[in-house]
Nanobody
Framework: QVHLVESGGGSVQAGGSLRLSCVVSSYSYSGHCIGWFRQAPGKEREGVALIRTGGDDDITFYADSVKGRFTISQDNGKNTVYLLLNSLKPEDTGMYYC????????????????????WGQGTQVTVSS
């Protein structure tokens, strides 16, 4: 059984920062793909960043809209994936979810949430102008 719990959301002004956490509970943490997705009201859920879990080097992918502002990372010892959100904009507002898929990670998987079989409950990020 795989269980994901997000935390760290909140309300900030434009230009501010937040760090989201996703604690992953599963039989095996390493060798999978964790993604952060977000969904604004009335919009489709979109991929933000991916990371290959475990290993010595982080393999990461980012959506163009967040490159240079968001950073995905992990703490293997804590089975936790983080998403650092810097230089936040009002358009970054939404519910942020982490999700896991078994096996490899590729930028392709950011394009469709259907690739991910396990989801957390989400954490809300609100950015005011």
């Amino acid at each position: 059984q795989v269980h994901l719990v997000e935390s760290g959301g909140g309300s900030v002004q434009a230009g501010g920062s937040l760090r989201l956490s996703c604690v992953v509970s599963s039989y095996s943490y390493s060798g999978h793909c964790i993604g952060w997705f977000r969904q604004a009201p009335g919009k489709e859920r979109e991929g933000v960043a991916l990371i290959r879990t475990g290993g010595d080097d982080d393999i990461t992918f980012y959506a163009d809209s967040v490159k240079g502002r968001f950073t995905i990372s992990q703490d293997n010892g804590k089975n936790t994936v983080y998403l650092l959100l810097n230089s936040l904009k009002p358009e970054d507002t939404g519910m942020y979810y982490c999700a896991r898929r078994g096996g490899g990670c590729s930028s392709t998987f950011m394009m469709d949430k259907a690739y991910f079989g396990y989801w957390g409950q989400g954490t809300q990020v609100t950015v005011s102008s």
